[in-house]
């Protein structure tokens, strides 16, 4: 991580960020790296945890002269308390998100809406099945009202259990039981962490963690997992599909369309527009060759992982997107999208179009999507971008050249199938020691790291010992851009997953989705272990957030740790004001959940970390070394 003014190189890995941040030099527009540089040094009661703002008798920040808040909470206590709501925050956004996908669902099958449809109906089946709901007999649309019902009342307090409960091993199950943080509804879970947090209520930093533990596993059994599994039945599951990324797809002689967020409802519209005969002969009227669509972020990533649209780039390269000045129009949805595109739009021809009442941005234009409207808006701002290509300035147009190749769209059921049907294949490589071990890299970017460094070298040490690695979120961009998502990268793997990442003709990095898509790999990692009749701690499994950022990677950190499976961080959230604390996320969790965070800015030093944990983790399986 670096404190210092930073060179353009040391700003990034890669030369379409580097030649861009040059361009925004010479046009004059600041970026994310720019802001952090006059935001540091930062507080550092702030960065340890140590301040709280919970009420009006504060704010209050211990040291060691003021060792107690006008309360009397201590350290432990506000440290506990905050990355309480900083976890809450993280899983109320992916689980919101999960509930607009009910939404979505649900207008579909009660027809309320003509603009969607139900993509995989034998997934909406076997969802049925799985979750106890009658299929056989009844109409998709019946089917579908019921797992509406279903999924909406796990947001609640009505239900025995979370409906994916049923996925997760018993011996976890009996851990999170005895420890009492079986998750029992994603809203009251939230809500609790709120209520706990305020003043005078939860005042034991140990029980809070518990419960950071408890609400994070309903986002990643719940939230999350509903928000991917519908997202599956609506635009249908992803299968593996050929792609680009890069600021190179961009292109100069078309109307550029990008869309950023996380939800499919809006951009899935989007695809559709932008192939319309129609307006695609309006956009040669207008002078442009054609309309082309590339993504950003995780709305990058679901339609890569959909559709094959082209990825632009991951969270850092919004704003330099933007700066190739041959940007019309950039369409959100909501998270990650940072308030800044206005304003560098504003440098540029650039129109920002939100999409959600929930994430309006000043100086944007508001184009509100709603189930019944979605086509009828999605062609609005087709034609709204065909309109701005005569605003574009030649001069001021630059874009990076050479798109990288890339595969994605490995979904559990694509996996399976190409295992024939069973994991079998899969735990033999594990077991001959073929595949090593398997850990997820996950998250973001953050500028206090050379962007997509840590990503990027931990994948690459990973594989060449023979760890099979997969890949979700803005890392996803990352390791395409380095080349790891194409079959040819198994050159790059050690001899083991050479052979079976070869036989199998898969990349030995595995893209499997956006940041709520982690699902898919608590989902895979269930499966391995009721598969084993072990729990998932016992499995050579990890995860990782290299160069993390947000609420929702901090949730999605905890629910892995909860779930069992051991969890690098780059840098530690902002818990370090608290020994209790800390000592319980990096070692006191190994005890209590069978996993606990790794802190290491280091990506080398990270994957020998990870090495040997999954060393461990097969010497007490008795598998081969
Ligand atoms: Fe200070 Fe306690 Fe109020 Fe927090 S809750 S601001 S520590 S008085
Ligand atoms: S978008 S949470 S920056 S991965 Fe899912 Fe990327 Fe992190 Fe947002």
Redesign the pocket.
């Known amino acids: 991580m670096t404190k210092q003014k930073q060179t353009i190189d040391e700003k990034s890995l890669w030369d379409d960020a580097r030649q861009m941040l040059r361009k925004a030099e010479k046009d004059g527009v600041e970026t994310a790296w720019d802001r952090l540089e006059q935001q540091t040094p930062h507080c550092l009661f702030c960065a340890s945890g140590l301040s709280c703002r919970n009420c009006t008798m504060g704010p209050c920040r211990i040291s060691k002269k003021a060792p107690l808040g006008v309360c009397g909470a201590d350290g432990d206590v506000i440290v506990a308390r905050n990355f309480g709501r900083f976890v809450a925050g993280g899983a109320a956004g992916h689980s919101d998100h999960g509930r607009d996908c009910i939404e979505a669902l649900q207008a579909v099958v009660l027809g309320t809406t003509q603009d969607y449809i139900i993509k995989d109906e034998a997934k909406l089946r076997r969802l049925a099945a799985e979750l106890g709901i009658v299929s056989e007999g009844r109409t998709v649309l019946e089917v579908g009202r019921d797992v509406c019902d279903l999924f909406f009342a796990n947001y609640g307090s009505q239900l025995p259990q979370l409906s994916f409960l049923c996925r997760v091993p018993a011996k976890r199950r009996e851990i999170w039981q005895n420890l009492g943080i079986t998750p029992k509804g994603v809203d009251r879970e939230i809500a609790e962490m709120m209520h706990r947090t305020h003043m005078g209520c939860d005042n034991d930093a140990a029980n809070t963690m518990l419960h950071c533990a408890r609400t994070c596993l309903a986002d990643g059994w719940a939230g999350s997992m509903i928000a991917t599994e519908v997202s599956d039945i609506l635009f249908g599951t992803p299968r593996p599909r050929k792609s680009l990324a890069n600021l190179a797809v961009i292109k100069e002689d078309q109307v550029n369309i990008l869309v950023h967020g996380?939800n499919p409802i809006v951009s899935e519209k989007i695809v559709e527009a932008v192939n319309d005969p129609a307006l695609i002969a309006l956009a040669r009227k207008k002078g442009a060759a054609g309309i082309n669509l590339a993504g950003l972020?995780?709305t990058g990533?679901e339609l890569m992982m959909r559709q094959g649209i082209p990825m632009a780039g991951?969270?850092l390269m919004t704003e330099l997107a933007i700066v190739t000045g041959a940007v019309e129009l950039i369409v959100v949805d909501y998270?990650?999208i940072m308030p800044s595109l206005v304003t560098v739009g504003n440098c540029y021809h650039t129109k920002m179009i939100t999409t959600a009442d929930k994430a309006k941005f000043s100086g944007a234009e508001h184009v509100k999507f709603e189930m019944h409207n979605g086509r009828e808006q999605a062609w609005k701002v087709v034609e709204m971008a065909i309109d701005r290509f005569s605003l574009r300035n030649p001069d001021r147009v630059e874009i990076p050249q050479g798109p990288v190749a890339l595969v994605t769209g490995f979904s559990n059921e694509f996996l399976l199938e190409a295992l024939g049907g069973t994991l079998t294949p899969l735990i033999d490589a594990i077991k001959a020691g073929k595949i090593r071990g398997v850990v997820a890299i996950?998250?973001?970017?953050n500028p206090k790291y050379q962007q997509d460094y840590c990503n990027v070298n931990l994948a690459r040490e990973l594989i060449k010992k023979d760890i099979l690695v997969l890949v979700?979120?803005?890392?996803t961009t990352a390791a395409g851009k380095a080349g790891l998502l194409v079959p040819e990268a198994i050159a790059m793997a050690g001899s083991g997953l050479q052979e079976i990442c070869g036989s199998l003709a898969i990349p030995p990095v595995l893209h499997m989705g956006?940041?709520?898509d982690n699902a898919r790999i608590l989902q895979l990692a269930a499966l391995l272990a009721n598969e084993l009749g072990v729990d998932i701690s016992d499995l050579p499994l990890a995860g990782s957030s290299p160069e993390?950022?947000?609420e929702?990677?901090a949730a999605i950190g905890m629910y892995c740790v909860a779930s069992g499976i051991y969890t690098h961080l780059g840098h530690p959230p902002n818990i370090t004001g608290s020994e209790l604390v800390t000592k319980l996320a990096v070692k006191g969790l190994d005890d209590l959940l069978g996993a606990c965070f790794a802190i290491e800015p280091d990506p080398f030093k990270a994957a020998d970390l990870i090495d040997e944990r999954i060393r461990q983790k097969r010497q007490a399986l008795g598998l081969a070394q």
């Not at 996950?442 to 970017?445: I, L, P």
């Not at 979700?472 to 890392?475: E, F, K, M, Q, Y």
């Open positions: 996380h972020c995780c990533n991951n969270h998270q990650c996950v998250g973001c970017n979700t979120g803005c890392v956006s940041c709520v993390w950022y947000s929702k990677a």
